[in-house]
C-alpha cells in the first residue's frame, strides 16, 4: 500500500468540498427531486455558446452553423411554432427535462408579449452535443468572431430588451461577457460600464478592444469605470433606460470546480454571508439609477433563493418605503417559453425566471428577475 506522503499538508476541507456539502443542505430542500439530476450537471463540463461579434468581418456565423450550431435567440422557430399551434402542454414532453409544468401549461398566445434585444446572436451545440467551440480566431482587422460564454447569460442581455438610442448602465460588469452582448444590439445611445474591481476592469477593456471597433468605444458613447456600485444612487439618479445589475454571488458552478478564489474557503465566509447585502444593495442603486419607466434587469449565476427571489422581494419592499419608488415585475414567461428547448428552466419560481443545469443542456445556473419602475 502506498503511504499517503502529502496527508499532512493536504488542505483538510477543500473549500470546493464545502460548496458542495452547501449545496446539498441547501438545494436539495430548495429543488427537491430536481437535485441530484442538477447536482451531476453541476459537477460536469459545462457547455459554452458563442456570442457572435457583429463587428467582425468574417463570416463566422455560416462557419459555425455548417457545423451544426444554430443561433438560438433568432432560430426560435421550431421552439415557438408548437405551442402557437396549441399543441398539449410541455409537462411531460421530455421526461427527464425540468421544463415548468404550470407555467410551460400556458399558450403562449396568452401571455403578454415580450420584445427582445435584436441583434444579438449566439450560436449553440443542439441539445445533446457536446462539441467544443475552438478559440475565436482574428480576422484580417484582428477582431475576433465570437465570445464564448455561458449561452444562459445572454438571456438576461436578451431580456433587457434594449432600444435605439437608450441610455445604459452594466453596473457589475467585468470581465464583460454580457457588456459586450449589450453592445452587439448596436442600438445603445450612451452606454454606462462600471466595476468596483480595477483588475477585472482591465480584462473588460481588453475584451472590448479584441471585439469591437475603436470608435465606438470613444468617451461620447461608453464611460467605463471602476466605483462602488452600491453608491450609484447617489451619483447618478433617475437615468438610464436599462440598467444591468449581474451582482457577485456564489458562482456555483466555480466553486464545485476551483479551490482557487473560492468564496466557500473558510477565510471568505464573512464575505459570503454578507453577499446578499451587498445584492440587495447594488439592486436598489441599479433602481435609483434608473429613470422613471426605465428597466431594471437583476441577475446571478447561483440557484440560491436567498440571492435570487429574497433579494429581488426585499429590494422591492425597500425601494417603495425608503425610496418612494414604485416597481413593477416584468413576467418574463415568454422568454422560457421561446427558449425552453435549449434550456432548461426551474418550475414555478414565483418571482424571476432560472436556467437550471441538465446533463443534455450543461448551462446555467442564471437567476434573473425584471423589474420596471412606475415611479
Ligand atoms: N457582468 C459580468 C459579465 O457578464 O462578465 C460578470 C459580473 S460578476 C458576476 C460580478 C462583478 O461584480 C465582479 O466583477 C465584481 O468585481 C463586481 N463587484 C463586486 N462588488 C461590486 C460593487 N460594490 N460595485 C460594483 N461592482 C462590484
Not at 457572435?52 to 457545423?67: F, P, R, S, W
Not at 421561446?338 to 442564471?366: C, Q, S, Y
Amino acid at each position: 500500500r502506498v503511504k499517503e506522503k502529502w496527508a499532512a499538508t493536504r488542505i483538510k476541507h477543500p473549500a470546493t468540498g464545502l460548496a458542495l456539502q452547501n449545496f446539498d443542505s441547501t438545494y436539495s430542500v430548495q429543488l427537491g427531486p430536481l437535485w441530484p439530476s442538477v447536482r451531476a450537471a453541476l459537477l460536469s463540463e459545462r457547455k459554452y455558446g458563442a456570442l457572435l461579434n457583429n463587428y467582425g468581418h468574417d463570416d463566422v456565423q455560416a462557419e459555425l452553423q455548417a457545423k451544426g450550431c444554430k443561433d438560438f435567440p433568432s432560430d426560435i422557430e421550431t421552439e415557438a411554432q408548437p405551442c402557437l399551434e396549441q399543441e398539449p402542454a410541455v409537462a411531460g414532453e421530455e421526461e427527464s427535462s425540468h421544463v415548468s409544468v404550470n407555467k410551460s401549461d400556458l399558450d403562449a398566445q396568452q401571455l403578454p408579449a415580450l420584445q427582445l434585444s435584436p441583434n444579438i446572436k449566439c450560436l449553440v451545440f443542439p441539445r445533446g452535443d457536446i462539441t467544443r467551440f475552438k478559440p475565436a480566431r482574428p480576422d484580417m482587422f484582428g477582431c475576433l468572431g465570437y465570445y464564448l460564454m455561458d449561452a444562459a447569460s445572454v438571456l438576461p442581455c436578451l431580456a433587457l430588451n434594449v432600444q435605439e438610442g437608450h441610455n445604459v448602465l452594466d453596473l457589475c460588469a467585468a470581465p464583460g461577457g454580457k457588456t459586450l452582448a449589450l453592445l452587439q444590439t448596436k442600438s445603445i445611445g450612451f452606454f454606462g460600464v462600471n466595476d468596483t474591481s480595477v483588475s477585472r476592469t482591465t480584462r473588460l477593456r481588453k475584451v472590448l478592444h479584441s471585439y469591437v471597433p475603436k470608435p465606438l468605444l470613444s468617451h461620447e458613447k461608453l464611460r467605463i469605470t471602476t466605483f462602488d456600485g452600491t453608491k450609484w444612487g447617489e451619483i447618478e439618479k433617475n437615468t438610464f433606460d436599462r440598467v444591468l445589475v449581474d451582482v457577485p454571488c456564489t458562482t456555483d458552478r466555480h466553486s464545485l470546480m476551483e479551490d482557487d478564489n473560492n468564496i466557500f474557503s473558510k477565510n471568505r465566509t464573512g464575505e459570503r454571508r454578507r453577499l446578499p447585502q451587498l445584492q440587495l444593495d447594488l439592486l436598489l442603486a441599479g433602481i435609483e439609477a434608473a429613470c422613471p419607466g426605465g428597466e431594471i434587469l437583476y441577475s446571478t449565476c447561483t440557484l440560491s433563493q436567498i440571492q435570487n427571489l429574497s433579494v429581488v422581494e426585499q429590494a422591492i419592499h425597500t425601494a417603495r418605503e425608503d425610496h418612494g419608488i414604485q416597481l413593477q415585475v416584468v413576467d418574463l414567461r415568454p422568454l422560457t417559453h421561446m427558449f425552453r428547448k435549449t434550456f432548461d428552466f426551474a418550475p414555478d419560481l414565483p418571482l424571476g425566471e432560472m436556467v437550471v443545469p441538465h446533463l443534455a443542456a450543461n448551462f446555467g445556473p442564471i437567476y434573473m428577475c425584471k423589474l420596471r419602475r412606475l415611479t
